[in-house]
């Protein structure tokens, strides 16, 4: 299976998930079907609703990804989901977009991509 964002495919679409933007691109390369904009919108805002959710509902995530933790505590468990869950995950802003920019250069420079990536961000 291609990598689109690999390939320099937008990673954010209209405010959602790299996910989404993959999914949809490998569903237009392997099924032959565009997702309609409408959908991608109605997924986009789907993603986004439940990330607030989980941002403003911190405690009750929590509890409910125990069953998932593999042995962490409650204290444990929110440490560790809150590196992975925080503000950046709604917007992450010029910093991320940096970020990214710096880690696909370094990826490139050292070997791992075979040619420079330009990534478009879609606001």
Same mark, same amino acid.
């Given at each position: @299976? %291609?990598? %689109?964002? /690999?390939? !320099? +495919?937008?990673?954010?679409?209209? #405010?959602? +998930? *790299?996910? /989404? ?18 959908? =991608? &919108?109605? /997924? +986009?805002?789907?993603? =986004?609703?439940?990330?607030?959710? #989980?941002?403003?509902? &911190?405690?009750? *995530?929590?509890?409910? +990804?125990?069953?998932?933790? &593999?042995? @962490?505590? &409650?204290? /444990?468990? !929110?440490?560790?989901? $809150? @590196? ?8 992450? $802003?010029?910093? !991320? ?13 050292? #070997?791992?991509? !075979?040619? %420079?990536? *330009? ?5």
């Amino acid at each position: @299976m %291609p990598n %689109p964002v /690999l390939r !320099g +495919s937008p990673i954010w679409e209209n #405010g959602g +998930s *790299a996910i /989404l933007a993959c999914h949809c691109r490998w569903t237009e390369t392997w099924c032959n079907k565009a997702i309609p904009p409408p959908v =991608r &919108r109605d /997924l +986009s805002e789907i993603i =986004r609703e439940s990330i607030e959710y #989980g941002l403003t509902q &911190r405690e009750e *995530a929590v509890a409910y +990804s125990l069953a998932y933790a &593999r042995d @962490m505590n &409650r204290q /444990l468990a !929110g440490k560790f989901i $809150g @590196m992975y869950v925080n503000e950046f995950t709604r917007d992450y $802003g010029e910093v !991320g977009r940096a970020a990214i920019r710096k880690f696909l250069a370094e990826a490139h420079k050292k #070997g791992y991509i !075979g040619v %420079p990536i *330009a990534v478009e961000f879609v606001e």
